[in-house]
């Protein structure tokens, strides 16, 4: 029996790692690069957004809200858009449910903040912080495609704002107004 092999191995395993170069990152000086489907903060891109709500729907907790007024051209104009992230989970249902990819996950992931009211973010704050994001990664959203790959934002899934006319010079117009089916 060869006493001290034990301890023989454990140094060369020693040694071979000594010459590797190290992969710790100094944080926070450097920011780690965060991969394309981990679930951060959530970015809005208002370009994209039409104000279906399809998000605030889907989301859990109740933490996404959006106001929308109708505009002329039968478009909806998006009054509020807030996230509260205090109650997020970050699940990614809300990014999932968009049909139009106007809520990412990849946003900044230190997320640390000193009063309970910077984490409450408005309409304003949500589109400053996603276009900074996009000038960081020159155009690149957070899901790996760029503006030219995913414009333009149409899908042709019919939705019920394509079916049923805006509300306005005849009046509404909606399931209470359609024709009765005599049977």
């Not at 450097?30 to 809005?44: E, F, G, K, S």
């Not at 020159?138 to 934002?153: K, T, V």
């Not at 909606?174 to 049977?183: D, E, F, M, N």
């Amino acid at each position: 029996m060869i006493y001290g092999t034990g301890v023989l191995r454990s140094m060369l395993v020693t040694l071979k790692h000594l010459f590797r170069p190290p992969i710790t990152v100094e944080y926070p000086e450097q920011n780690r690069n965060v991969p394309t489907r981990a679930r951060t903060n959530l970015l809005w891109f208002e370009e994209r957004c039409t104000g279906c709500s399809t998000c605030a729907q889907a989301c859990p907790d109740g933490c996404i809200l959006v106001e929308t007024s109708p505009r002329d051209d039968g478009t909806l104009n998006i009054d509020r858009y807030e996230i509260d992230f205090r109650i997020c989970m970050y699940c990614g249902l809300c990014t999932e449910a968009c049909p139009y990819q106007a809520i990412q996950s990849g946003g900044r992931y230190n997320d640390a903040v000193f009063t309970f009211e910077e984490m409450y973010r408005n309409k304003e704050s949500l589109a400053k912080e996603s276009r900074e994001y996009l000038v960081e990664t020159n155009g690149l959203y957070p899901n790996g495609q760029d503006q030219e790959s995913i414009d333009p934002p149409i899908t042709n899934i019919p939705t019920a704002r394509s079916r049923v006319n805006p509300a306005g010079k005849n009046g509404p117009i909606g399931p209470h107004h359609l024709p009765i089916k005599k049977s």
